[in-house]
Structures are given as structure tokens and as C-alpha cells.
């Protein structure tokens, strides 16, 4: 009774060897990708040396996390339609990074969100508040992403108790912590590229194996999966399987597809890899880059969901540890037996480690080059040598941090959390951004005010929410303190924040025409934007 | 040229507020935005169609087309659709009628040293 059915014929050392080949591959990368990090350039930004195709798959690298591998495939299996709509709403937001932020940002930062909003601004209080959201979304981006690492573990390993899975968790903590250390920016970005390559690739195979089963025709494909869910089946194709009961549960839907849309150009780990790129032409390049690649993966996670509805069944995937987030691992076993899963698992935690390192490595350097050189020293470290080791050391905190909050998180909601960090990332950072880059007026009070304004209303709102108590499946369970009736906060935190950005500039006296000159003529032309480094 | 500032020592710094003003910049600048901003504004408002109809047009959105492909997963698929064609029409537009000209005032600011 250990495991559901299709499980039975996992074969956890397969699986576990098949990923230490890619650990063993990618830290060789990583160890020599360190031997030319030297500088501060090196560490944050890779030297701003990779080219715009290289960028944009470790963006997709970046961005396709266990969320969208394991949970939007999940999400369509057995809600149907309505896992579907997460996959566009995550797609359409990047062409708000492409027209409005990717370019202007590379041109007028170094290494941080914090250097885009202090360069026309009061340093000190700018760059706290940018690291202080920075620090806050990849909180709740990592534990979204280590909570998953337990639930994967349980399904693939075999591992079903507490400890060993938090033995697991703390090992790929150790790991990302090995990759962010030695390799910095630049040995980051090489385990991105790897793990994307190789998760389209393995999403892309199973897609064309889907489909050569019912004859290159979706609509066979869906009439699989309707007809293998009996009566309920035909709810699959229709939007409302998961939101539609209510309205509120409607605008909850509303609610989300807001952060999803806003969310993305907001996210620190997405604003830093523009960075290591030579100019912004070539962020334009990644971005478009990124979002042929991650389009095309999320049409395959269509059919993937709809596959592993037809072939597995709805039934089978919602019974079997980990719930929907094996969908996707249930149907790779089915389609290609225990060769397949150990590949498809051994991609599962290669997406994890990667998206954990990257956020590992956003979150130090938003604390080394915000809070340390340019807040506690003022700006004055002359040794940058100095400011990487503060890096170092805060990547290893934050491992630590991300490992010990994943062992508590194991179990939680993945897809709650994943939405909550987008919701934070819209409310506390796209105002300000947007602001900054384009309105002239727009000033220090402005920028704390939708900063602080924006993170403290979401997250006061998700902590009254439905989905930390009172709900259907709440954070804490036997207490119930909610009076906002959403799970999602966004439909109200974010104009909320562009409001109080709003409030907060006009209310102060400081205006900053002289040096919105310079950042608008800088970021539109580029001129005097950080060169590449060459080795 | 615009810039009058042409020195090649790297201490000067460029008249950012001149720059600004130039007939250049503005050109650049109505360009970058009479494309960015009403290109967001229709993206926004097509996805926000396409959620609301989800939301609150089930029959609408499950009317069958062919086979087993609803309204819904067409007009999903449809802003997939939109999202690549948007990417290549400013990617189009960047390199015709933004490049050259941020091209041409990043040289005149940073000397002729490239």
C-alpha cells in the first residue's frame, strides 16, 4: 500500500543515479566557470558576457520551476481547463518585460533592482526597501520551490517518511548552495542552461509520444482524457473546474490572473539575468528568445495534461503521493516504464536545484550590493573583492534559511505559494518599477510608498486570507482568523500599490527633473551602460 | 548632430538635459512609446477578455468547434498566438525605427571611440 500503482515500478536507484550524473556534469561546469570569477561583474552579473539566445534559455531555465513542470501539468490532468489558464497567464506577462522593463532596466543598472530604483533617487532608503522586497519574494519563492523538493521525493525516491525527506531537501540545498558559491553568476547560468535544454527537450519528447498515440490529433488526445473520466469527463475540456463554484471563488480567478500577468517583471531572479547580458539589445534578444521557449513548453504541458488525463487518469494521479503534482512523472512511467520516469525525475529535481540557485543568488547579491556596499559602507567599499565574500556568505545564510524553511513547508501548497510570490513581486515591485522608468515626476516617497505600502497590504491580506485559515485547505488547519474572503490578494494590493506610488510622489516636494535626464537619455540609448568584461 | 558635447576626455560629463531635448530624443522617445504603450494597453485588455469569458462565460466558452476543441482552448490558444506575433512586431519595430536612432545619439554622447 506504499505507493499508488503506477509508482509500483520506480526504480528510486535509476533515479537517484540518473540525477547524480547531472550533478556530477554540471558542478565540472560549475568548477570551471569559477576559475574566471573573480570580480564582483563575475559574481552578479557573469561579467555581462553571455549572448541573448544563451540568456533567454537560462531564462526559461530560470522560470520554468517545478510549478510550472509538475503543477500546471497536474493542474490540467485533473482540473482540466482551468490548469490551462495559469500556463497563458505566466506566458502573456513576459511581454510586459519585453516592451516595457528588460531594455530600459539593462541600460540604466549594474547588478541589482535596487540600482535601477536609486538612480535618480535618495540611495539609502531606496536601495533598504528594494532589498527588503527583493529578500521578501524570493522567500516565498524558495520555500514554494523546496516544499516541492519534499513532495518529489516521496514520489520518486520512495521516501516517505518525515526524516528522510528532509534529509533529501537539506542535500539539494547543499548542492545549490555548492553551485551558487564556486560558480557565482556565471556557473548559475551554465546549470539553467543545462536544466532547461533538458526539460524542454524531455517535455517535447513525451509531447510527440502523446501524440503519436492518438494519431497527431489534440482532439483525440482530449477526447482521452474526457472519456477515461467517466461522467465527470466532459467538465474537463470546460472553464470552472476549479474556480468556478462561486463568486468569489471567480474573482479569486481574476484575482490570480492579475498577479500572474503583472508578477513576472517584477521578480527579482527575472530583473537580475538581464544583467548578464553585454547590452540591451541582447536583453531584448533573451527575452524574445525566452518567450518562444516558454510558450512552447507550455503548449506541451497541454498536452502533457491532457495525456496524463487519458492515460493514467484523473483518479489514478489524484490518489498517488504527491497528488497532481505526479501527473506529469505517472505519465512518463506509462509511456517509456522506469527508463523514462528516472529521466523525467531526474529532470524534476535538476528544475528545482536550478530555480533554487537562482533565486539563492538574487537574493545574495540584492543584500551584498544593496544593504551591505552601498547601505552599511556607504558606498565606499573600495575592495570588491570584500563585497563578493559578503555575497558568498549570504548565499550560504540563505541556503541555510531556504533548506530549514523547506523541511517546515514540506506539504504545503506549491501552486498557493508560487502565486503568492508573484502576488508580492506585482504589488511591491512592478509600480515602482514602471514608475521609475517612465514618470518623471516619481521620487523617493514615492518609491517607499509603493514599496512598503504594496508588500505590507498583500501580505497582511494573504495572512486574513482563506488560504492560511478558514479555507479549504489552510496553512493552518483548527483556527480560522480570515476576513478577506480572497486567497489571491492582487485584485486589490496591486492598484493599491500604484495608487500609494501615486499619493507618495505628489505629497513630497522632491522632484529630480536633472537626473531623470540623464536616466531617461541613458536608458533609452544606452549610453554609458555597463560594458561586458572580457577574460 | 544634437550633442554638442564631443570632447573625448571621459571627465566632461554629456548635457543630459540638452540631450532631452533634442529633436532626436524626443523622436526616439515618441517612437519607443507610441509603440510600448498601446501595444500593452491591447495585450492587457485581450488576456482580461479572455479571463473574464473564462470566468463568467462558461456555456460561451465550452461551445464546441471541432472535435473535442472548444471556444475556450481556441481563444486560449490564440493568446499564445498573440503574445509570439506582438514579440515579432516589436522586435521588427525596435530594429527598424529604435535602433538606429539610440544608436546614432549613444555614439554622438560617447565620443566616436567605438
Known amino acids: 500500500m506504499n505507493l499508488a500503482q503506477g509508482i509500483e515500478g520506480s526504480n528510486p536507484a535509476l533515479n537517484i543515479g540518473i540525477f547524480t550524473l547531472f550533478v556530477v556534469i554540471t558542478l565540472v561546469i560549475v568548477f570551471r566557470a569559477s576559475r574566471s570569477s573573480r570580480t564582483a561583474a563575475d559574481y552578479y552579473a557573469a561579467g555581462h558576457a553571455f549572448t541573448g539566445p544563451q540568456n533567454g534559455?537560462?531564462?526559461?531555465g530560470d522560470y520554468l520551476s517545478a510549478a510550472s513542470f509538475l503543477g500546471i501539468a497536474g493542474a490540467i490532468a485533473v482540473a482540466g481547463y482551468d490548469g490551462f489558464l495559469y500556463s497563458i497567464g505566466f506566458l502573456v506577462a513576459w511581454l510586459i518585460a519585453l516592451l516595457l522593463v528588460a531594455e530600459l532596466l539593462r541600460n540604466t543598472g549594474k547588478y541589482t533592482m535596487g540600482d535601477v530604483l536609486s538612480f535618480r533617487m535618495r540611495q539609502r532608503p531606496v536601495r533598504a526597501a528594494a532589498a527588503v522586497s527583493t529578500l521578501a519574494v524570493s522567500f516565498?519563492?524558495?520555500l514554494a520551490q523546496m516544499a516541492g523538493a519534499g513532495g518529489l521525493v516521496a514520489l520518486l525516491l520512495g521516501i516517505e517518511n518525515r526524516a528522510g525527506q528532509s534529509l533529501v531537501i537539506a542535500v539539494v540545498g547543499a548542492i545549490m548552495i555548492v553551485y551558487v558559491i564556486i560558480g557565482g553568476m556565471r556557473g548559475t547560468t551554465w546549470v539553467q542552461i543545462i536544466k532547461a535544454t533538458l526539460l524542454i527537450i524531455g517535455a517535447g519528447v513525451i509531447t510527440l509520444w502523446v501524440l503519436g498515440k492518438f494519431g497527431f490529433n489534440l482532439s483525440s488526445v482530449l477526447g482521452g482524457a474526457v472519456e477515461r473520466a467517466g461522467d465527470a469527463g466532459s467538465r474537463l475540456l470546460e472553464p470552472g473546474g476549479r474556480y468556478g463554484a462561486s463568486e468569489t471563488t471567480k474573482i479569486d480567478f481574476v484575482s490570480l490572473s492579475l498577479a500572474l500577468v503583472l508578477g513576472t517583471a517584477g521578480l527579482p531572479h527575472v530583473l537580475m539575468r538581464f544583467y548578464t547580458v553585454p547590452t540591451a539589445k541582447d536583453a531584448r534578444r533573451s527575452v524574445v528568445w525566452a518567450i518562444w521557449l516558454i510558450g512552447l513548453f507550455y503548449l506541451f504541458s497541454?498536452?502533457?495534461?491532457?495525456g496524463a488525463g487519458a492515460l493514467v487518469g484523473a483518479d489514478v494521479i489524484a490518489a498517488a503521493p504527491g497528488g497532481e503534482n505526479s501527473a506529469a512523472p505517472l505519465l512518463a512511467f506509462e509511456l517509456g516504464g522506469t527508463v523514462l520516469l528516472g529521466i523525467i525525475a531526474a529532470v524534476a529535481f535538476a528544475t528545482i536545484l536550478a530555480v533554487v540557485a537562482g533565486l539563492t543568488i538574487t537574493a545574495s547579491a540584492s543584500f551584498a550590493h544593496d544593504v551591505y556596499a552601498n547601505i552599511i559602507k556607504k558606498g565606499t567599499v573600495d575592495d570588491k573583492e570584500q563585497e563578493v565574500k559578503v555575497a558568498r556568505r549570504t548565499a550560504l545564510v540563505?541556503?541555510?534559511v531556504a533548506i530549514v524553511g523547506g523541511i517546515f513547508a514540506n506539504g504545503q501548497n506549491i501552486a498557493f505559494l508560487v502565486a503568492l510570490a508573484f502576488a508580492v513581486a506585482a504589488s511591491a515591485n512592478l509600480p515602482t518599477i514602471l514608475y521609475s522608468l517612465f514618470w518623471k515626476r516619481f521620487n523617493t516617497s514615492g518609491a517607499l510608498w509603493s514599496i512598503y505600502g504594496g508588500l505590507s497590504v498583500c501580505i497582511?491580506?494573504?495572512?486574513?486570507?482563506?488560504?492560511?485559515?478558514?479555507?479549504?485547505?489552510?496553512?493552518f488547519s483548527g483556527v480560522d482568523f480570515h476576513w478577506f474572503?480572497?486567497?489571491?490578494?492582487?485584485i486589490v494590493s496591486i492598484p493599491v500599490s500604484f495608487l500609494l506610488g501615486y499619493l507618495g510622489t505628489i505629497l513630497s516636494k522632491e522632484r529630480n527633473e536633472a537626473k531623470f535626464a540623464e536616466m531617461e537619455v541613458r536608458s533609452l540609448t544606452g549610453a554609458h551602460a555597463e560594458k561586458a568584461t572580457s577574460h | 548632430m544634437s550633442s554638442t558635447d564631443q570632447e573625448p576626455t571621459p571627465t566632461?560629463?554629456?548635457d543630459w538635459a540638452t540631450i532631452q531635448n533634442s529633436a532626436e530624443f524626443r523622436q526616439l522617445r515618441k517612437r519607443l512609446r507610441g509603440f510600448v504603450?498601446?501595444?500593452?494597453?491591447?495585450?492587457?485588455?485581450?488576456?482580461?477578455?479572455?479571463?473574464?469569458?473564462?470566468?463568467?462565460?462558461?456555456?460561451?466558452?465550452?461551445?464546441?468547434?471541432?472535435?473535442?476543441?472548444?471556444?475556450?482552448?481556441?481563444f486560449g490558444l490564440l493568446q499564445f498566438v498573440s503574445t509570439f506575433l506582438i514579440t515579432s512586431l516589436y522586435v521588427r519595430h525596435a530594429n527598424r525605427h529604435l535602433d538606429p536612432v539610440a544608436d546614432k545619439i549613444r555614439a554622438d554622447i560617447e565620443g566616436d571611440d567605438k
Open chain 1, 57 to 60: 534559455i537560462a531564462i526559461s
Open chain 1, 302 to 306: 497541454l498536452v502533457l495534461g491532457y
Open chain 1, 460 to 475: 497582511i491580506l494573504i495572512i486574513f486570507s482563506p488560504a492560511v485559515s478558514g479555507g479549504a485547505n489552510p496553512m
Open chain 1, 140 to 142: 516565498f519563492y524558495l
Open chain 2, 12 to 14: 566632461t560629463a554629456p
Open chain 2, 37 to 74: 504603450f498601446p501595444m500593452t494597453v491591447a495585450f492587457l485588455v485581450w488576456y482580461l477578455l479572455y479571463v473574464l469569458l473564462s470566468a463568467y462565460a462558461h456555456d460561451f466558452m465550452s461551445t464546441k468547434v471541432v472535435g473535442n476543441i472548444n471556444i475556450g482552448l481556441i
Open chain 1, 398 to 400: 540563505i541556503g541555510a
Open chain 1, 485 to 490: 474572503p480572497l486567497s489571491n490578494p492582487g
